[in-house]
C-alpha cells in the first residue's frame, strides 16, 4: 500500500506539468538555451543521458520529455541524447550571438589574481563544480520560476565580458539590479547544498531543486539558511550585497540543468533570442 501511495504522489507532483506549457516557455535550443526533447509514452520514467551526465525528465501531458540544458560553448547542429534503455534521440541546436560588454575595475587583483588567490579560486572552483554536478531524485516543485527578487534586469545572461580590457568567462547568470538588504527568494522549493564566501562569487547559496536544476544566488551581503535546510518555495534565503567582484550592489543568479549553466531567463519567462 505504501508503494501506491508513493506512486500516486509521484503521479500527482507529474500531473501539474499537464497542458504544454514546458514546452513553450523552456524549449530554446540554442547555446545557454534548453532543449526539451520528446522521450514517448511509456508508462515508466526512462532516464537519459547527454554528455555522459543525468538530465532532468518530467512528464507533462502523457508524455515524458527530457529537459536538456545547453552550455554557452555548445555548437550548433544535431546533439543526442541517449536513454539508459539505448535509445537514442537527436535534436538540432542553434545559434545566438551574445554581446560583449566591457567592465573597469578599481581592484586590478580582481582583473589579474595573485598566487595565493589562484590557489584559492581554483580550490573554490572545485566546490562549486560538485554542486553543480549534484543530481538528487526529487521532482522540481516548479519549473517556471518566481523572480527570486522584485526588481529590473540588468546584465543578462551570456554577456562576452571584458575587465579591464582582458576577456573573462562569460556572464553566467542573469542580474537583478536591486539595493542592499533586498531579500533574496528560492524561485522554486529546493535544498541549501553549498554556501561560501568566495574570491570572484562573494556570499554564495547553492540550491538544489531536484533532478540536476540547481541554483546559484551570490555577492551577497547576509546568508540567511544553513547547509542541508529544506526551502519552501519563495523562502529568504539571504539578502542583496556587493560581496566578492561587484561594481556595486544587484543579485547575480545563475541557474544550471546537467551541470550546463542556462540562461536564467527562460524560467520567469523573460527569454530574448
Ligand atoms: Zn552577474
Request: proline share 7%; hydrophobic share 40%.
Amino acid at each position: 500500500m505504501r508503494v501506491i501511495g508513493y506512486l500516486l504522489l509521484l503521479l500527482a507532483s507529474q500531473l501539474a506539468f499537464a497542458d504544454g506549457v514546458i514546452s513553450r516557455h523552456l524549449h530554446h535550443p540554442v547555446p545557454g538555451g534548453i532543449a526539451v526533447v520528446p522521450l514517448g509514452t511509456q508508462s515508466s520514467a526512462p532516464r537519459a543521458h547527454y554528455q555522459g551526465k543525468p538530465v532532468l525528465i518530467v512528464r507533462e501531458a502523457q508524455q515524458w520529455l527530457a529537459i536538456v540544458g545547453l552550455a554557452q560553448k555548445s555548437p550548433s547542429g544535431t546533439h543526442q541524447l541517449i536513454t539508459t534503455d539505448g535509445r537514442q534521440f537527436d535534436f538540432q541546436v542553434g545559434r545566438k550571438h551574445y554581446r560583449k560588454q566591457h567592465i573597469k575595475l578599481a581592484n586590478r587583483r580582481q582583473v589579474n589574481p595573485l598566487a595565493d588567490d589562484l590557489t584559492r579560486i581554483n580550490r573554490e572552483l572545485a566546490e562549486q563544480n560538485i554542486a553543480y554536478q549534484t543530481f538528487s531524485a526529487n521532482q522540481p516543485s516548479n519549473l517556471l520560476f518566481d523572480k527570486p527578487v522584485n526588481g529590473p534586469l540588468s546584465s543578462p545572461f551570456g554577456l562576452r565580458r571584458f575587465f579591464n580590457g582582458e576577456e573573462r568567462n562569460p556572464h553566467s547568470g542573469l542580474d537583478f539590479a536591486v539595493g542592499t538588504g533586498t531579500p533574496v527568494k528560492a524561485p522554486a522549493a529546493g535544498k541549501v547544498i553549498l554556501l561560501g564566501d568566495y574570491f570572484f562569487n562573494g556570499k554564495t547559496v547553492f540550491v538544489d531543486h531536484g533532478q540536476g536544476l540547481i541554483s546559484m544566488f551570490c555577492h551577497l551581503a547576509k546568508i540567511e539558511v544553513q547547509v542541508g535546510q529544506p526551502l519552501p518555495r519563495g523562502a529568504v534565503l539571504g539578502r542583496v550585497g556587493a560581496t566578492g567582484r561587484a561594481t556595486g550592489p544587484h543579485l547575480h543568479w545563475n541557474v544550471s540543468l546537467n551541470d550546463a549553466r542556462v540562461d536564467p531567463a527562460i524560467f520567469i519567462g523573460a527569454f530574448t533570442p
